[in-house]
């Protein structure tokens, strides 16, 4: 192996940075050439690259974003777009990619993959977690500390003013962000999308919260929750609880940025090594991820097939300390 491709693509998680350093010294240090690819698939297709050596990539271990910028590529969903990137990749002699994304990505990954024969492997790169084979994806860790902290400055003012506060978390369909951030911060209910609740058991147990003494309340709401967003879990509660003082935050975006925590760091320096080593192997179309404490590698097909269960066990941990 001489020459490898390396890009960040959909959404841009705290890590990715990291993640693409350690791809590029992994690389230096076996002698392999890197190109990154800016913008995603987008650059690929209009060969907006340039070659990176260890150098290139110093001092972003500890920054948020992704120096290779990212990007959602239309052109790459169709057949011609991944001709156009595969013809690019062979002139510049790349012999195989390394894709740090989300599902998304992977399966465009796949698709390049298995219609031009050019090894591909992925490392998971979203604040969601909600990628299958891994039980942590870069970025995750960051934003749930952000989230923590975020809702424990609402906390505060919450205690001051006997408030009831419904804070809306990430997470697309997944609900890993609210469900650990919400344990973390002392929830009194959690929503998440993987599971079903009805609004009068959220009504009922801040009504029970109250009679024991509860003088302020934190409902985590995931963006994906079935029933409904934020706002109109806030605006259905009022109709029921007409004396609650009740306010709503929609955190958005913030929970992206910043600086990666150690763990991120950590994580994605082991995949970055891994994703290179498993194209040294001659493999492709694998995802590298961690289980158990170990790295790993899952099939990029299972990756972007299956679903990552919601841990039931965390559930029912947040249920008992949330009275
Ligand atoms: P994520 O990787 O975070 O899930 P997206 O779903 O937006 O983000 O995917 C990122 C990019 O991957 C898309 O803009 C597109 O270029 C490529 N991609 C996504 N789905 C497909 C697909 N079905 N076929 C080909 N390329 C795809």
Redesign the pocket.
């Known amino acids: 192996l001489k020459h490898i491709g390396v890009l960040t693509?959909?959404?841009d998680a705290p890590g990715m940075n990291a993640a693409i350093r350690s791809v590029v010294r992994t690389c230096t240090h076996h002698g392999i050439e890197v190109t990154g690819f800016y913008e995603?698939?987008?650059g690929v297709i209009d060969d907006n690259a340039e070659t990176l050596d260890a150098r290139a990539v110093a001092h972003i271990i500890n920054r948020g974003g992704t120096m290779l910028r990212?990007?959602?590529?239309?052109?790459?969903?169709?057949r011609e777009?991944?001709q156009k990137a595969y013809d690019n990749l062979k002139k510049r002699g790349i012999e195989g990619l390394v894709v740090i994304?989300?599902?998304?990505?992977?399966?465009?990954?796949?698709?390049?993959s298995d219609e031009f024969d050019i090894p591909v492997i992925g490392i998971p790169?979203?604040i969601d977690n909600d990628i299958y084979g891994t039980d942590f994806t870069i970025g995750f860790d960051t934003a749930l500390n952000t989230v923590v902290d975020a809702v424990d400055r609402i906390r505060d003012t919450a205690t001051s003013h006997n408030r009831l506060f419904f804070i809306e978390v990430m997470g697309r369909d997944s609900g890993f962000i609210a469900l650990n951030a919400g344990i973390a911060v002392g929830a009194t209910n959690i929503l998440i999308p993987e599971e079903s609740t009805e609004l009068d058991e959220v009504i009922t147990k801040l009504k029970t919260g109250r009679e024991n003494g509860k003088t302020s309340s934190i409902v985590l709401v995931a963006e994906g929750e079935k029933m409904g967003d934020a706002l109109f879990m806030a605006e259905e509660t009022k109709k029921h609880l007409p004396d609650y003082d009740i306010r709503v935050s929609v955190l958005g975006h913030m929970q992206r940025g910043g600086n990666p925590t150690c763990a991120d760091r950590v994580l994605a320096t082991r995949l970055g090594v891994a994703a290179v080593e498993q194209l040294m192997a001659g493999h492709s179309s694998v995802m590298c991820g961690v289980r158990n404490g170990s790295v790993c590698t899952v099939s990029i097909h299972d990756a972007i097939s299956r679903k990552p269960g919601i841990d039931r066990n965390l559930m029912h941990i947040a249920e008992i300390v949330s009275l």
């Open positions: 693509s959909g959404g995603g698939y987008q990212s990007a959602r590529c239309a052109e790459f969903r169709t777009g991944r994304g989300g599902d998304g990505s992977f399966t465009g990954a796949s698709l390049l790169g979203t």
